[in-house]
């Protein structure tokens, strides 16, 4: 079955902008961290481990580090971890 033009052109202008307003998380460090992700009111929990990233982890949430330092982040920031210390950016 053949899609309508319009319909699949906009099926992959939506896909483009979910993936480029998501954030990413990338572990710079040489040890794992537990991260939590808040979003919604909902904890996400998970390791992340040395040199690791992940893409798309949400849209728009609280990531905590080691339950000891948080940080916001929406649309397509990255959030770093090093040394421990989540930032924004690099």
């Known amino acids: 079955m053949r899609m309508p033009t319009a319909v ?20 710079r460090d040489a040890q794992p961290h537990t991260i939590v992700l808040l979003q919604a009111g ?15 982890v949400c849209t728009a949430c609280t990531v905590e580090i080691d339950g000891t330092r948080r940080i916001d982040a929406e649309d397509s920031d990255s959030v770093t971890i090093r040394e421990g210390v989540p930032q924004i950016g690099g």
């Open 42 to 56: 909902q904890p996400t929990r998970f390791v992340i481990a040395p040199h690791v990233s992940f893409r798309r």
């Open 8 to 27: 699949a052109v906009f099926l992959i202008t939506a896909g483009a902008t979910d993936a480029a307003s998501a954030v990413d998380l990338i572990n």
